[in-house]
């Protein structure tokens, strides 16, 4: 049973300084992303995956504008709304689209809440336009 123990106590500054670096990783490709949209190579990228025919990539660049709050894709999203047929990627959109928090792709959102042929959509945006209605309020309170 030492041994065990004094394993676990000779890994754990190999394991503490992985975390670290993993943390600096992190810290550092979130401000690279950032630098990266302004690169004008990377926008017509992103907006190429936006539009792709792969679901698995417009998933992944819907996911990757709401998560990175990049508002300047605002509209592309909006006009991909308009088109898609998978609901489960309309919600991403929705969310995306609130995670930017553009008062334009918001109005497409609520449009969603009345007319979207699916019911689930329906009330999954009726809850993400009402999340960014306390938002505002909250903001405008404050």
């Known amino acids: 049973m030492k041994k065990n123990f004094t394993k676990t106590v000779k890994a754990s500054p190999a394991i503490l300084m992985l975390m670290m670096l993993l943390f600096t990783v992190t810290l550092n490709a979130q401000n690279n992303l950032k630098d990266l949209t302004q690169n004008a190579y990377a926008k017509e990228n992103l907006l190429k995956a936006l539009d792709s025919k792969n679901e698995g990539v417009r998933k992944s660049a819907i996911y990757m504008v709401g998560s990175y709050k990049l508002a300047e894709f605002a509209n592309v999203l909006v006009d991909r709304l308009e088109k898609e047929n998978n609901e489960s990627i ?45 938002k505002l309020e909250g903001t405008a309170s404050s």
């Open 90 to 134: 309309r919600l991403l959109i929705a969310y995306a689209l609130f995670e930017t928090m553009d008062a334009e792709g918001l109005d497409a959102v609520k449009v969603l809440v009345n007319k979207d042929k699916s019911q689930k959509v329906r009330n999954i945006s009726s809850l993400i336009y009402q999340e960014y209605k306390n």
